[in-house]
Structures are given as C-alpha cells and as structure tokens.
C-alpha cells in the first residue's frame, strides 16, 4: 500500500543550523508530495509541494526535491530560526484516482534554540 | 479571505453518546475532507466530499459518518463513542476534489470520558 516514513525526532537545533528532515515513500505509479508543517495549537499548514519527479518545492527558506529513484521528498532549510520550531508532516496523494486523501508520515518535532 | 473554520473548539464527551462537529470552508472551496490526528495513529484520512457526494473513505467503522451541505459546509457524526475516539479532528478544504494541496481549520479537540 501507500505509505510515507520519516525521520524519528524530535531535532533538537540550534539557530542559524542547517536543517535535514527526511522522508521517504512508497506508492503505486506517481504520486504527490507535500510538507506540511503544524505550528503549536493551530492546524496543519501547506509547506510545499511537488508534483513530478525532479520538480522542486520551495517556500519561506524551505526546499525539498522529488527523487524518484531514492523516492524520497527529503526537507532541508539552510538556516533555521527559532519561529521554525514545529512540527513537520511528509504526505503524499496518489495521482490516479483523483482523491484528494492525504497520506500522512508520522511527524517530526523540530525545535530551534536561541 | 476567511480560513477553515470548526467548531465547536473543544468538546467533552461521555461514552455511548454521539457527537457532531462542524466545519465552514474557506469561500468558494468545494471541497471538504476530515482527518483524525492522536499520538498513537497520527494523522488518518476519515472521509472527503465535493459537491454533496462522499469521493473517498478512510479506514473506520460505521460509527463516524459525514455530509456536506449545499453550500459547501461539512459536519461528521460520530455515534456510540468510544475511549479511543478522543483525539484532535481536523477539517481540510480545498478548491476542487483530488488535490493535496488542502487548507485546515484548527480542529476539534474531542475528549471522551
């Protein structure tokens, strides 16, 4: 089936690091990848997306890239700030179909120190 | 532009009873879709609905049910609740049926005692 796996956290930074959350995924043909990220006490926000392979989402300092021979939708940014800190959703939706049902990894707990 | 709403915000409630949440999406969004998120399943897809229709179901039983209304706007139903039922419920709306690019309300914390 369908699934999306990232890394354990939480990730414990330190402002102005280098940031790397990784995901990967498996489904059946093509799908979409997205990064959502959820901020303490609100609900889930839009992140970035990418569509086809090689495509590469971006957004607020955010970067991740659609590889599909590692299929894998790793996040990085290059500097965290302290206002990063929370929590980071890896999803994915299967192309055909057209559902929009989200497949959700299991979070990662971000959280920058000063 | 108004976002996602729900409500109500926070709801306690007894075993056996039913339950129903509401969510308004944003103007002009035809799409609604619920998800559950606790510590232990994460986030999982209940159901999705364009235009009045239930598009898609996740994997729960019988107990949690929805609709969506002529203007857009959703309500789920969760029946003969349980323990485990206790969990933050999410609403998403997007413009049309079959994208991940979804807009969430801040959800419903359910609590069943």
């Known amino acids: 089936g369908n699934s999306v796996t990232q890394m354990e956290g939480p990730v414990t930074l330190s402002e102005e690091a280098f940031l790397t959350i990784n995901c990967t995924y498996t489904?059946?043909?093509?799908?979409?990848l997205f990064w959502y990220v959820q901020y303490p006490g609100e609900g889930l926000q839009l992140l970035l997306k990418a569509t086809k392979a090689d495509d590469k989402g971006s957004n607020k300092g955010f970067e991740a890239t659609y590889r599909k021979e590692t299929t894998s939708f790793h996040l990085e940014k290059g500097s965290v700030q302290v206002s990063d800190s929370a929590v980071y959703f890896c999803?994915?939706?299967?192309?055909?179909?057209?559902?929009?049902?989200?497949?959700f990894g299991q979070g990662t707990t971000l959280q920058v120190k000063p | 532009k108004a976002g996602v709403t729900q409500t109500p915000r926070y709801l306690i409630k007894t075993r056996g009873q039913q339950v129903t949440l509401s969510c308004s999406p944003i103007?002009?969004?035809?799409?609604v879709s619920w998800y559950q998120q606790t510590p232990g399943q994460g986030l999982q897809f209940l159901f999705e609905?364009?235009?009045?229709?239930?598009?898609n179901k996740g994997n729960f039983p019988g107990r949690f049910s929805g609709r969506q209304f002529s203007n857009s706007r959703s309500e789920m139903n969760v029946s003969t609740l349980e323990l485990g039922d206790s969990a933050l419920y999410l609403c998403?709306?997007?413009?049309?049926?079959?994208?991940?690019?979804?807009?969430f309300g801040p959800g419903t914390r359910l609590t069943v005692t």
């Open positions: 103007s002009g969004h035809r799409s």
């Open positions: 489904a059946t043909g093509y799908p979409s």
């Open positions: 999803a994915l939706t299967r192309r055909s179909g057209n559902t929009g049902k989200l497949i």
């Open positions: 609905y364009f235009s009045e229709t239930q598009r």
């Open positions: 998403a709306s997007s413009l049309t049926s079959g994208t991940g690019e979804q807009y």
